[in-house]
């Protein structure tokens, strides 16, 4: 059974870091794609970075420069680096996989909050 756990996640004020992690287990297919989504209140859910197998990422718009996405293939590990936290990047982040069979899988999310 495939699980991910995401830790890191936490209250910090405007301006500062956290780094999240996400560990996969139980993956009988290699991983084509780790990555991390958000969810804050009241909107939907987007793809804050993703990293495929190639080592080509992608960023939303709003996190480029600021955010940092890196994955340890040989763990199955991923992780994002936040710098220069907003407040607008208070969220609910979930850890997503892509399964080369295409299958997708979903951690249950880890909070953060960033507030004076």
């Known amino acids: 059974q495939v699980q991910l756990v995401e830790s890191g996640g936490g209250l910090v004020q405007p301006g500062g870091t956290l780094r999240l992690s996400c560990a996969a287990s139980?993956?009988?297919?290699?991983?084509?794609?780790m990555g991390w989504y958000r969810q804050a209140p009241g909107k939907q859910r987007e793809l804050v970075a993703n990293e495929w197998s190639r080592g080509r990422a992608n960023y939303v718009d709003s996190v480029k420069g600021r955010f940092t996405i890196s994955r340890d293939s040989a763990k199955n590990m991923v992780y994002l680096q936040m710098n220069n936290l907003k407040p607008e990047d208070t969220a609910v982040y979930y850890c997503?996989?892509?399964?080369?069979?295409?299958?997708?899988?979903w951690g249950k999310g880890t909070l953060v909050t960033v507030s004076s």
């Open positions: 139980g993956t009988r297919f290699s991983i084509n794609s």
């Open positions: 997503n996989i892509v399964l080369a069979s295409g299958v997708s899988y």
